[in-house]
């Protein structure tokens, strides 16, 4: 079993900037293969950034040159640091290992 926390949403104004934290417990002896997914009202649920199973960084297209995804082994956390937020960035983001989901946290991106 692998348990996943987010952490760090919220309200931002556009051009804002905002961290995310998700902290891996449990069975899990590599941060690679960890990712970031988002889904927006009435929308599917998307890719967004991740690690594969080489460690090599991944991004969709939308927020390549934004966001961030980096890792601190020694804390078993993954992190996703967004910049330069615009609304349509609002969404629930969801940590994921296989078939492992967190809870998701929200970030809304409003004036």
């Known amino acids: 079993q692998v348990q996943l926390v987010e952490s760090g949403g919220g309200l931002v104004q556009p051009g804002g900037s905002l961290r995310l934290s998700c902290a891996a417990s449990?069975?899990?002896?590599?941060?690679?293969?960890m990712g970031w997914y988002r889904q927006a009202p009435g929308k599917q649920r998307e890719f967004v950034a991740g690690f594969s199973y080489f460690g090599a960084t991944n991004y969709a297209d939308a927020v390549k040159g934004r966001f961030t995804i980096s890792r601190d082994n020694a804390k078993n956390t993954v992190y996703l640091q967004m910049n330069s937020l615009t609304p349509e960035d609002t969404a629930v983001y969801y940590c994921?290992?296989?078939?492992?989901w967190g809870q998701g946290t929200q970030v809304t991106v409003s004036s």
């Open positions: 449990g069975s899990i002896r590599s941060l690679n293969g």
């Open positions: 994921n290992f296989i078939q492992y």
